[in-house]
Every structure is written in C-alpha cells, then in structure tokens.
C-alpha cells in the first residue's frame, strides 16, 4: 500500500472508530450495520467466521453470541486469540478437507450462523478479482451446505460482476429470504456486496 492509501486510512471515519472503539478492524462496522438491520447473529449461537483476519467480525460476533456461544475464525492468516473460551482460530484453507474437518470437530454439530468477509488477494485486474471472489463465495456456500444448521443465517461478502445474479438465484432457492445489500460502512466505489440469506433450507 502506498502513502496516499495510509493518509487516506488516516482520514476514515471507520477506520478512526474502530480504533478509538479497539475493534480490530474497520470491517467491524459493516457487521454491526449488517446484523442491527438483519439480525443475523443470536445470543448463544454458533457462528464460523470464514476468512476471518484479523478479527474484526469475529469480534462482533462474540459480542453479539455471548458467553453462552460459539465463534469459529478460520483464515490462512494468523488471527490473534481473544482472551476468552469460546473463541477458535484455525489457520488455513477453508476450502481444504482437513480445515473443514477441524471446522465440524470444534462445532460437534451444525452452526447456527456463517458469516465470510472473504477476499481473494488481489490482483488489481477487475475481472480476475472478481472471479476469484465468486470461486471463493461457490466455497463458502458449500461450507454451508455441509455446516449450517435448518433455518440457520449465512452472511457473505462478494464482487459484483458476472455470475452474481446465478449466485442469487441459487441463494434464493437455498434460503427462505436473500437480500444483497451495501453497509453505510462499505466504500462507496468497491465493486463488494453483501449477501444476507436467513432461513437455511438445505442446498438446492
Ligand atoms: C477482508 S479480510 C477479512 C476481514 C475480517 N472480516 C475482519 O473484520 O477483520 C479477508 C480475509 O480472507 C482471507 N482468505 C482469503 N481466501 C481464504 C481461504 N481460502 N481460506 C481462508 N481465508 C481466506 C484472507 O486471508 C483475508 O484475511
């Protein structure tokens, strides 16, 4: 990143938030805009955070489960921990078999909620990145497929582009409501949006 990138990061409201408020990250805001509109994430769920680094969302979510739930952070970054039980990290591949099955080792059942800020690393060619975030997303649903419990929330982040409107149909025959939306928090000129899908009735 450059030097005009870090004065313009200087110079976020969210980013000077999110310090000021000790979130790890300014993403943090896109969460909590998201679930005070959609109240995605319960007190005492289960929630996998899927590409979680460096921890903004997951911290929400622990927030908002409280002591009486779950968060799983998987990222191949490293995640520092909370100081807290019932926080998880795994440091790999979400895509990858063993980093799934550590996923269903730590929940011992289904997750009530999967939320995935996932972004590939990017190339600065438009169309590249935003494939790759759509292969990502493909991933992220299939994790759900596998994890999420019956009637359980997914929250995904994705690239607008090509593919986005099958993306949805195949939310909306999978979920009983879906909705793409942008958080007051999401800068203006990124290309990512916000799928919200509650009421998980099984991949179709
Ligand atoms: C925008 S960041 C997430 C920020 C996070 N929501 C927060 O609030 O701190 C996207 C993350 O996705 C991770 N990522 C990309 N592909 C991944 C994969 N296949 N498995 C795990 N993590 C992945 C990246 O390493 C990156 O840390």
Sequence with gaps: ?????????????????????KYRSRASYKLLQLD??????????????????????????????????LVIAVDIKPIK??????????KG?????????????????????????????????????QLRSLELVESVVKVAGRFLKKDGNLLVKVFQGPGFSELL????RSFRRVKSTKPASSRKGSPEMYIVCRGFKGLN
């Design 169 to 172: 149909k195949k939310l909306k």
């Design 1 to 21: 990143m450059g030097r005009r990138w870090y004065l313009e990061r200087r110079k976020d409201y969210y980013y000077r938030s999110a310090k000021k408020h």
């Design 81 to 90: 921990p909370f100081q807290v039980d019932n926080f998880h990290t795994i």
């Design 93 to 129: 591949d979400f895509t990858d078999e063993k980093v799934q099955g550590k996923i269903g080792e730590l929940l011992g059942g289904k997750a009530d909620v999967i939320i995935s800020d996932v972004s590939p690393s990017l190339s600065g060619i438009k169309d590249i990145d």
């Design 36 to 69: 005070n509109r959609f109240h995605i994430i319960g007190e005492g769920d289960k929630v996998v955070d899927l590409g979680a680094a460096p921890g903004g969302w997951s911290q929400v979510a622990l927030e908002k489960v409280g002591d009486s739930g």
